[in-house]
């Protein structure tokens, strides 16, 4: 069975919260991309298919649910576990997220394990068979 260490796509505008966030993933084995704005998070996944995306709602350029839209109307992003992670947390915006193709809705302010936990439970469910995802339990 292959191991592989599985890749995390950011997309965080707020300073502090992105790096507070990758920090988290990093230290649990993730290859992490960040970005801060819709064009980057596009710019990224053209140059290489995260294995889950984590999108802030809210960016400077563009409705982060526009983004998974997207993602979830082509092929290469089809099915790449997607986390919201916003501070619209009302009941219309999680239900817009799930709309939207998300596969989970977090709140902020948003412990960094709490998180990571996701992350990994995500990635464990979408494991194509194997290959196991690598990451510190």
Do not use: N
């Not at 997309?11 to 290859?31: K, M, P, V």
């Not at 082509?74 to 998300?102: H, N, Q, S, Y």
């Amino acid at each position: 069975m292959d191991i592989v260490t599985q890749s995390v796509l950011l997309i965080e505008d707020d300073e502090d919260a992105r790096e507070l966030y990758a920090e988290h993933l990093r230290a649990a084995g993730f290859d992490v991309v960040t970005a801060t704005t819709a064009r980057e998070a596009l710019d990224a996944v053209s140059a290489r298919t995260p294995d889950l995306v984590v999108l802030d709602r809210k960016l400077p350029d563009r409705d982060g649910l526009e983004l998974a839209t997207l993602w979830r109307a082509g092929r290469a992003m089809a099915t790449t576990p997607i986390i919201v992670l916003t501070a619209f947390a009302g009941r219309t915006d999680v239900e817009k997220a799930l709309e939207a193709g998300c596969d989970a809705f977090l709140a902020k302010p948003c412990p960094g394990d709490v998180l990571v936990t996701h992350v990994k439970k995500l990635l464990l469910a979408s494991a194509p068979t194997g290959k196991l995802p690598k990451f510190r339990l």
